[in-house]
């Protein structure tokens, strides 16, 4: 029920007002009734309401007066209006104060209950706009080290280059940096197959290690673990303080070496950490590497001939075009479209062509994986052809701007299947494969988006996080499997994906209450009974 208070300055009509109009069955509770605006402003100060009936003439305070006060302190009641006079002018000061509605003496009952239903309805629709807003917050809280991890993987692999963007986004995402200080990235790798990592690498819970060892800030420098795959992991620094580069570089090589002793010396754990590059400000980093080479003496890709390196990190960009095309978003399209044109420009036309074409095939099987059969739906619109006959490097991108541009048009029309699709994909693949190494990044690679896209979408369909979801379907087989009898605790820990047992021990006893032994045991009691 919505709050109403009555004022009119007449008894009668008050009371009339107030017990003769079924408020009930509008939605409505009269909460309170007053004789003059006065009395109703120290109410509605202290009260929550919803809805204001007042009368437009009273003695100390009238309606008019008091619509005014609502509206100039911007206050939460909506304001109806009752009068005898239907002179404009009244009607007129009513909608300047924001009055939505004006009732005329007599009130006819079909008019209070049209104006009240359509109250009702502006109210419902602000209530449920309101929980939506807190919803959307309260995800975008929860997805932010994600989406923060995400802004430095498009940084990395050639996102937005403009100052203004920059800011923009660090703004949204909460990073308290300032663009125009020193940064700089860390390469960083465990030293040998550490039998104390094991449990930790290639998973989650490295991730989560590497955050706690590296992440966070420490005299003014602000570190932040960027996965770019499974094997490749980058920490973007930053500095609070106004210094030069060289003042940076010296006082970050001093952080990484007692972070790497703090490792050590609690955890017996060893990294290989480089700083690979230290840059005068945040944009200049974002120019950093932006050239592809076509060849030299280091590993290839055998189809591409660019150097794995530079083709590790074209991949991660046809990731992040994925997820621009799913959110529809042309703008970032373009600008992504044209740093990877920038990064080809050097590279032979022919062999343009060929990536180009190796970019929409990748795209192509992922879509179909989304239940979307991409050429059959894009008809004539993204071809091979088309791409194979473009005479300059110009052309090429124009071309593939276009297609994936329509690419985004079939995508939105097909997105809610789509998505629900790789969830669903998803989510059987856990249950069939809860035995083996799972990440988030090994599943959302599996569709070929970029991880941080996938746990949004995972989220959103599901209602819980990856790791949560999968923790929970690991306890609850390891359950049905310790209630057989036949597997010891071990053997359990292995066949649910867990190599180390004290890890499994650890995670068992924080989700049932008890120890594996002592959950098998009280099934073992219930049995008998």
């Known amino acids: 029920m919505y709050k109403l208070i009555v004022v009119d300055d007449e008894k009668a009509i008050r009371q ?14 009269v909460t309170a009734s007053f004789e003059d605006g006065k009395e109703t402003i120290e109410y509605i ?13 009273m003695a100390q305070v009238s309606g008019l007066e008091l619509a005014k006060y609502i509206h ?48 009702r309805k502006d109210l419902d629709k ?20 994600e989406l923060r991890e995400q802004f430095w993987i498009s940084l990395l692999v050639g996102g937005p280059r403009a100052k203004e ?100 010396s609690l955890l017996k754990l060893k990294f290989d950490i480089k700083i690979e590059k230290i840059f005068k400000n945040l944009v200049e980093m974002t120019e950093y590497n932006c050239r592809l080479s076509s060849r030299a003496e280091l590993e290839q890709s055998p189809d591409t001939g660019l150097l794995s390196e530079d083709y590790e990190q074209l991949i991660q960009k046809y990731k992040l075009l994925m997820g621009i095309i799913n959110d529809g978003d042309f703008e970032e399209l373009d600008n992504m479209i044209d740093n990877i044109f920038l990064e080809f420009r050097n590279l032979p036309i022919d062999q343009v062509k060929q990536i180009s074409i190796d970019m929409f095939s990748m795209l192509s099987g992922k879509f179909v994986k989304m239940g979307i059969d991409f050429w059959k739906d894009m008809n004539k619109t993204v071809s091979y052809q088309q791409i194979m006959e473009a005479e300059n490097l110009r052309e090429l991108k124009i071309k593939c701007q276009n ?75 390891a359950k049905e499997l310790l209630s057989l009898g036949r597997f010891k605790v071990y053997e359990v820990s292995q066949m649910i994906g867990y190599r180390s047992e004290k890890y499994f021990f650890r995670i068992f006893k924080q989700y049932a209450g008890c120890s594996p032994a002592e959950y098998f045991r009280g099934r073992s009691l219930n049995d008998e009974r």
């Open 16 to 29: 009339g007002i107030c017990n003769y109009i079924d408020w009930g069955g509008l939605g409505f509770e």
């Open 45 to 57: 100060e202290s009260h929550d309401v919803d809805v204001v009936l007042t009368d437009i003439e």
């Open 72 to 119: 100039d302190r911007q206050l939460p009641p909506k304001a109806v209006i009752i009068s005898g006079y239907k002179e404009f002018e009244y009607a007129r000061k009513a909608v300047e104060y924001g009055v939505e509605h004006y009732l005329l003496k007599p009130i006819k009952m079909e008019e209070v209950t049209e104006v009240f239903t359509k109250i």
């Open 126 to 145: 602000k209530k449920e706009n309101g929980h939506r807003l807190i919803t959307e917050q309260r995800n975008f809280e929860e997805l932010l080290p």
């Open 165 to 264: 963007k920059l800011i923009k986004r660090k703004n949204l995402l909460k990073l308290d940096m300032d663009v125009e200080l020193p940064c700089g990235i860390l390469d960083i790798k465990p030293a040998g197959e550490d039998e104390e990592l094991l449990p930790y690498n290639r998973s989650e819970n490295y991730h989560n290690l590497i955050n706690n060892i590296f992440g966070g800030i420490s005299d003014e420098i602000q570190c932040y673990p960027t996965f770019l795959s499974a094997d490749i992991l980058k920490i973007i620094v930053t500095t609070c303080r106004n210094e030069t580069a060289d003042m940076f570089g010296k006082r970050l090589k001093l952080q990484i070496d007692e972070k790497c002793q703090s490792a050590y």
């Open 403 to 477: 297609m994936l541009r329509a690419t985004i048009d079939i995508v939105r029309s097909k997105q809610n299947a789509g998505s629900r699709s790789i969830v669903e994909q998803s989510l059987l693949y856990i249950k069939n494969h809860i035995g083996e190494d799972l990440s988030l990044e090994g599943i959302a690679d599996r569709f070929f988006l970029n991880q941080t896209y996938f746990s949004r979408l995972f989220k959103q369909y599901t209602g819980t996080t990856f790791t949560d979801y999968l923790i929970e379907q690991r306890m609850e087989k």
